[in-house]
């Protein structure tokens, strides 16, 4: 196998579809070379991630390498064009008078995932993945929790299609308007591993070549998404979701509208303070009346931090607090300039969305304050 190709472009290849190995350290990425076209692809057991580099291309071949590595060091040779080549036990990069040899990884040649899908269907690139890094957040992240935690739920609404997320302590959804790449069945809901989407979303900005479309592809045991010339493929989740919706509800007695960079500005001024006690539960306490908020820290021993801002707020007077790392969370990922939270008790989930809209909803319990 021997190629020419764009330094960049080759090390972005390897780094991404290296992702999908995710901790199988003796595993690494193919290289299949063919008619000017080098197709990289990174097989781990629940997803696959494959690009096409465009090369000028000596001899065809395949390859195997270490993907953090081999990327490593073609991101530390000069830019522009690199030689690659191989004789079958060793690959070498060469540019200038800078040159590199590895050993290559054994072919194990990891069964593919079968790929057993319906047509695919055209979105909007920058709609989904902003949809995506609104309820991924809410996923957990500890593996040796019920798979149904890690998940986002796909689901068909009346106006499109619904993603859902939760950990079992707070709940994000985002409901995408005029999307359909859900089976025709009405009663159709598939559960995608949080983290196969938290990837889709950094390669989809890593991507050079975009054409702002993302083609989705589902079927009843995987699903595939294609952006430019990257493919990622992943296993559904097989199991059934939660009921979310008894959490939903169509209004709250009080209701708090506040500026949310003035919000998001203050609770991380008062989260440094909170950090000092993380494992003591410490939390951000809100002090609601008429036109203030005052968020308040205090930790035994420590210190005390106060803020106040400017808000708007209707129902009784209220007092409130949450973990700050998680409010945080639900704030941020608000689109709107003013930010709206929800309020029934102190003993029930609050929920924080858009000003204008419910589009986007995150709901979260509230922790008992002192």
């Given at each position: 196998m021997k190629f020419l190709c764009e330094r960049d472009e080759l090390s972005e290849a390897v780094i991404g579809a290296g992702r999908a190995l995710g901790s199988r350290g003796s595993s690494g990425v193919r290289l299949e070379l063919s008619s000017n076209i080098c197709t990289v692809i990174g097989n781990g057991p629940e997803m696959s991630i494959s690009v096409s580099v465009d090369v000028s291309t000596v001899e065809d071949g395949i390859a195997v390498v270490p993907p953090t590595l081999f990327?490593?060091?073609?991101?530390?040779?000069?830019?522009?064009?690199?030689?690659?080549?191989?004789?079958?036990?060793?690959?070498?990069?060469?540019?200038?008078?800078?040159?590199?040899?590895?050993?290559?990884?054994?072919?194990?040649?990891?069964?593919?995932?079968?790929?057993?899908?319906?047509?695919?269907?055209?979105?909007?690139?920058?709609?989904?993945?902003?949809?995506?890094?609104?309820?991924?957040?809410?996923?957990?992240?500890?593996?040796?929790?019920?798979?149904?935690?890690?998940?986002?739920?796909?689901?068909?609404?009346?106006?499109?299609?619904?993603?859902?997320?939760?950990?079992?302590?707070?709940?994000?959804?985002?409901?995408?308007?005029?999307?359909?790449?859900?089976?025709?069945?009405?009663?159709?809901?598939?559960?995608?591993?949080?983290?196969?989407?938290?990837?889709?979303?950094?390669?989809?900005?890593?991507?050079?070549?975009?054409?702002?479309?993302?083609?989705?592809?589902?079927?009843?045991?995987?699903?595939?998404?294609?952006?430019?010339?990257?493919?990622?493929?992943?296993?559904?989740?097989?199991?059934?979701?939660?009921?979310?919706r008894q959490l939903l509800q169509p209004s709250y007695p009080r209701v708090l509208i506040a500026e949310k960079t003035a919000l998001i500005e203050s609770i991380r001024r008062l989260r440094r303070m909170a950090r000092e006690a993380r494992d003591m539960g410490t939390h951000v306490k809100f002090e609601l009346s008429n036109t203030t908020l005052k968020l308040s820290v205090r930790i035994p021993l420590v210190g005390q931090a106060e803020d106040e801002i400017d808000v708007t707020f209707s129902g009784d007077e209220f007092v409130v607090a949450f973990d700050p790392e998680l409010l945080s969370d639900g704030v941020e990922a608000v689109e709107s300039e003013f930010v709206r939270i929800e309020f029934t008790e102190n003993n029930r989930p609050a929920c924080i969305s858009n000003s204008d809209n419910r589009e986007y909803q995150y709901l979260l319990m509230p922790v008992k304050f002192r």
């Open positions: 990327g490593d060091l073609l991101k530390s040779m000069p830019e522009g064009a690199i030689e690659v080549s191989s004789d079958g036990t060793t690959v070498h990069m060469k540019a200038g008078r800078t040159e590199f040899a590895l050993q290559l990884l054994s072919d194990l040649d990891t069964p593919r995932l079968r790929q057993q899908l319906n047509q695919p269907v055209v979105l909007s690139d920058k709609d989904f993945t902003t949809a995506l890094r609104q309820v991924t957040r809410a996923a957990s992240k500890d593996d040796s929790r019920d798979l149904l935690y890690t998940g986002v739920l796909f689901t068909k609404i009346d106006s499109g299609i619904r993603l859902v997320c939760t950990d079992g302590i707070r709940l994000a959804l985002r409901d995408l308007d005029g999307a359909d790449f859900l089976p025709s069945d009405d009663e159709v809901e598939v559960i995608v591993p949080a983290r196969a989407l938290t990837e889709l979303d950094r390669l989809s900005h890593q991507a050079r070549q975009s054409s702002g479309e993302l083609a989705i592809s589902m079927g009843t045991k995987e699903a595939a998404f294609q952006f430019g010339n990257w493919t990622l493929l992943t296993r559904l989740i097989d199991g059934r979701f939660r009921d979310y």
